[in-house]
């Protein structure tokens, strides 16, 4: 069983579309996170949830807007994209900081 | 705010040798966590090896060790008795000690090749 799943994988769609990313994780963890990898690699924060409960909001576009609807799955919906919104995104989920964080495969996004 | 630095952008290093990857973090926290992830071309993320500031002891999972030295706020990676499926990027991560809701801090990674 894969412990944090992200879909799609792969997604390719034209700029000013609306596209959402969704994940779920069965660990059983509190708190779920999405970061962004740009093209140099840099992997920044954008979202943490905890117990459905946003927590961190870093300074991120509000054309993206997270959703939880359960501790286990947290949503990423991004509206009228842009071609800078391309990079691949990432979920992850954490239980205590100790224990770092268990990611998810990814999505790459490109945006044309 | 806190901040991460891997000043080795990319690497290599022949098979069956050793090598070491190079941290250092800065921060005004007395507790944390530091952790080492790797990113194969697979894409995914994978957890390496962790250490708690608190603990003086240096982690080693198997061929992974790390030389921590808090008062220098450096957290270099060593691996050992490199393999081909060590090629990846690899990043440094600080995370506060608070509750459940830290804020992992990445660097910008390095990238390292093992060459047969």
């Known amino acids: 069983d894969t412990a944090v799943s992200q879909t799609p994988k792969y997604l390719v769609t034209q700029m000013g579309n609306d596209k959402s990313i969704k994940c779920e994780q069965n660990l059983g963890h509190d708190t779920m996170y999405w970061y962004k990898q740009d093209s140099k690699k840099f992997l920044k924060i954008m979202f943490s949830?905890?117990?459905?409960?946003?927590?961190i909001n870093e300074t991120v576009p509000n054309r993206f807007s997270p959703k939880s609807p359960d501790k286990a799955h947290l949503n990423l919906h991004i509206n009228s994209l842009e071609l800078g919104d391309s990079a691949v995104y990432f979920c992850?989920?954490?239980?205590?900081?100790?224990?770092?964080?268990?990611f998810g495969s990814g999505t790459r996004l490109t945006v044309v | 705010a806190q901040t991460v630095t891997q000043s080795q952008p990319e690497m290599s290093v022949q098979e069956a040798e050793t090598v070491t990857l190079s941290c250092t973090y800065d921060?005004?926290?007395?507790?944390?966590?530091l952790f080492w992830y790797k990113q194969p071309p697979s894409r995914q993320m994978i957890l390496v090896i962790r250490q708690e500031a608190y603990k003086q002891q240096n982690a080693t999972e198997n061929r992974f060790s790390v030389n921590f030295q808090k008062a220098a706020k450096s957290f270099s990676l060593k691996i050992s008795d490199s393999q081909l499926g060590d090629t990846a990027m690899y990043f440094c991560a600080f995370m506060k000690k608070r509750g459940s809701q830290g804020n992992l801090i990445f660097g910008k990674g390095t990238k390292l090749s093992v060459k047969p």
């Open positions: 992850a989920s954490g239980r205590h900081e100790s224990y770092g964080y268990t």
């Open positions: 949830y905890n117990n459905k409960e946003l927590i």
């Open positions: 921060t005004s926290e007395n507790n944390y966590y």
